[in-house]
């Protein structure tokens, strides 16, 4: 039996991929399929493999009603360097673990990053002060559930795509980290614990569409940020709308291939002066009026050098009860992290925060920024 198996491809691939994979390496297959098994139920690599698994760099805690919230960095291949020529670091994926109660027992919530910092530059996101550093592969992704399971210790339930990065982006990558992630012989989350959460790129949901209509993938969940009532306001808080502006979001929202029982999340972070008078809860009310999904006010969490404050509860409340008057469906997010900057759109290391990167390339050289 090999002894120096590496353990990015067990992260990337599922267990049939796997299987194949493990076959010219000289692995039977019913030995490929224990080992695979037994790598995601125990989290031991057992002596078949060389490479270390996922391992988090730093974790930091919020205590919150419900339990501990836990962010963790978790070290990549690649270095950075800030251009104003400090020193060069590890790249770190970034990921929230969410305390949840549920009926009977204490439920996690993992929050996952799809990229390392974003290209779409979002006007209230912490993550966008970086710009784009890398997307990341399917491994990378797994590897975040790993830790938070086997690591830290915690059964994750769900996994939303809200962390650092634009999914649809990486939707190659993200499908790939999903199918991985509910294989029932690897991590074995259930489709319908696996939301994917965009700023709405049109060509990347045409191909999540497709995705979503295939055997198996019904249950995807879907949150968009729509965060403004009209393309004025959106376009200045997200510049992906000069592109693809509302009513081409709308119209592909209008028609997204849903269970019967199912919902869109449509996002709309409260910024107070920007988007949260009385009549955008009215124009967006209208807006959304023939899209099945629920609004999900997100109080804004400041993030650093933030123009706008937090708003207040009062507002919060009152922009609800408007949109609840014309008979939308409505939630409010609870915050929780903001003390770690876990919050969400709240992603980013606080080294390399505010800090244009340039990643170094295997040899030494300037790759991207
Ligand atoms: S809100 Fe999301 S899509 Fe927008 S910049 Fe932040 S991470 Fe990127």
Not at 195 to 209: C, N, Q, Y
Not at 235 to 258: D, Q
Not at 294 to 316: D, L, M
Request: with cysteine.
């Amino acid at each position: 039996m090999g002894t120096n198996l590496d353990i990015a491809p067990v992260l990337g691939l599922t267990h049939d991929q796997w299987i194949e994979r493990a076959k010219p390496l000289g692995v039977r297959p019913g030995y490929a399929s224990e080992i695979y098994s037994r790598f995601y139920r125990t989290g031991s690599v057992g002596p078949d493999f060389a490479t270390p698994v996922p391992r988090p760099s730093r974790i930091l805690t919020t205590p919150s009603p419900e339990g501990d919230v836990h962010k963790f960095l978790l070290p990549v291949s690649g270095m950075v360097r800030a251009s104003d020529g400090s020193a060069a670091e590890w790249l770190t994926s970034e990921s929230v673990v969410i305390p949840m109660m549920g009926r009977a027992r204490k439920r996690h919530t993992l929050c996952v990053s799809s990229q390392i910092g974003c290209a779409m530059g979002c006007g209230f996101c912490e993550t966008a002060q970086m710009g784009l550093v890398r997307s990341l592969t399917p491994d990378e992704i797994v590897g975040q559930w790993f830790a938070a399971r086997h690591h830290l210790g915690h059964e994750i339930s769900n996994i939303v795509f809200m962390g650092m990065g634009e999914p649809l982006d990486n939707i190659e990558a993200v499908l790939q980290a999903i199918r991985v992630l509910t294989d029932h012989r690897g991590p074995a989350l259930a489709m319908s614990g696996v939301s994917i959460s965009t700023v709405g790129r049109l060509d990347g949901l045409a191909r999540l569409r497709e995705q979503v209509c295939s055997t198996g993938w019904r249950k995807l969940n879907l949150a968009v940020s729509i965060n403004a009532p009209n393309d004025e306001i959106r376009s200045r808080i997200m510049p992906i709308n000069r592109a693809m502006p509302l009513a081409e979001l709308v119209r592909m929202l209008e028609g997204w291939p849903l269970r019967s029982s199912a919902a869109i999340c449509a996002e709309y972070v409260l910024i107070p002066t920007v988007n949260d008078a009385p009549e955008h809860a009215d124009e967006l009310a209208a807006l959304l009026a023939g899209v099945r999904c629920c609004i999900n006010v997100i109080p804004y969490n400041p993030r650093r050098n933030s123009p706008w404050p937090a708003p207040e509860e009062t507002a919060v409340a009152a922009f609800i009860d408007r949109l609840r008057e014309h008979g939308a469906y409505v939630k409010r997010r609870r915050t929780k992290g903001r003390d770690t900057m876990a919050a969400c759109g709240q992603l980013g290391a606080a080294e390399i925060r505010r800090r244009r990167l340039v990643e170094l390339g295997v040899e030494g050289g300037v790759k991207a920024s």
